[in-house]
Nanobody, 120 residues
Framework: QVHLVESGGGLVQAGGSLRLSCAAS????????MGWYRQAPGKQRELVAT???????NYADSVKGRFTVSRDNAKNAVYLQMNSLEPEDTAVYYC??????????????WGQGTQVTVSS
């Protein structure tokens, strides 16, 4: 089983910055994708940013130019640098990983979430 733990959420004023961190532990053979999703009140969960093991990145249009996702493969970690935060960014942010626990078995894993609140 792969376990994901997020940290770095909090309360920040509009225009401010936060950096989220997520570390994977447990039985990990390989991590294919790792990144972040978020869910705001009254909205469905949406992709924020992901980064593959090959370092390709994908961003939601709403965060392009403001957020940066990065990975440290040696540490099985992913980070989300969030700049120019807006009230619309307020949500619970979830770490995500698609990982192989052994060479022939993969699953999608989720952290428990960290709250990001941006005040206007």
């Amino acid at each position: 089983q792969v376990h994901l733990v997020e940290s770095g959420g909090g309360l920040v004023q509009a225009g401010g910055s936060l950096r989220l961190s997520c570390a994977a532990s447990g039985s990990i053979f390989s991590i294919v994708d790792m990144g972040w999703y978020r869910q705001a009140p009254g909205k469905q969960r949406e992709l924020v940013a992901t980064r593959t093991s090959g370092h390709s990145t994908n961003y939601a249009d709403s965060v392009k130019g403001r957020f940066t996702v990065s990975r440290d493969n040696a540490k099985n970690a992913v980070y989300l640098q969030m700049n120019s935060l807006e009230p619309e960014d307020t949500a619970v942010y979830y770490c995500y990983a698609r990982a192989y626990s052994e060479p022939t078995h993969w699953d999608d894993y989720w952290g428990q979430g960290t709250q990001v609140t941006v005040s206007s």
